[in-house]
């Protein structure tokens, strides 16, 4: 049975260990680096990405997570996820793990609608997700081998570069596990 960690500082953790466990996974929540060992993939869930890369520091999980990334450990980040794996992060100057040839920007779906619910076509899947958005970042621009999943409103919020997966939205908040199963069938 495939043995997915979900990172386990801060966001929605129950809620992804859940969607891994519906879709016939073994779940474990990383709270250290000893956790790391022995699974096959990893999921950053969404919240607040520069509490959670606080977090990541104070529990010396950056190093360990970056050196899995470039071995290619199958990762998906889900909002602060996404900006997590991000190469770029519109106006930082730094990214954080650094590894997802993507340039993201935060809060960029506007402060009136900060949280909105859509029905999201995913062209690849031949089907719609209910997508979830929560002061969503989006991709702005990919690397040209990086595959685009999905759009909405013309912005990218779901994309695929080699081992990354990375959406704006959070599958993890809605019954529907398309997502998670395009994740594991990456592993
Ligand atoms: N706005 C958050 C950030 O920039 C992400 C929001 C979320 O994960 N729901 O980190």
Do not use: W
Request: with cysteine.
């Amino acid at each position: 049975m495939k043995k997915i960690g979900v990172l386990a500082l801060q966001g929605a953790i129950r809620e992804h260990i859940n969607q891994i466990e519906a879709v016939g996974c073994e779940a474990i929540a990383i709270k250290s680096a000893d956790d790391l060992v022995g699974i096959d993939g990893l999921v950053l869930p969404g919240g607040e990405s520069t509490t959670i890369r606080n977090l990541l520091d104070r529990f010396h999980l950056l190093e360990p997570i970056r050196h899995l990334a470039e071995q290619g450990l199958p990762m998906f980040g889900t909002c602060a996820g996404l900006i997590l794996l991000a190469e770029n992060i519109v106006g930082y100057e730094e990214p954080h793990l650094g590894v997802m040839k993507v340039t993201v920007e935060r809060n960029s779906f506007g402060r009136q609608i900060d949280s909105f619910e859509c029905d999201l076509p995913i062209p690849k899947l031949k089907r719609n997700v209910p997508a979830v958005f929560i002061r969503a970042p989006h991709i702005v621009s990919v690397e040209e081998h990086v595959e685009i999943l999905a759009k909405h409103e013309n912005r990218i919020v779901l994309a695929r570069d080699r081992n990354f997966l990375g959406c704006s939205f959070h599958p993890e908040l809605t019954k529907d596990i398309t997502i998670m199963q395009y994740f594991v069938e990456m592993i």
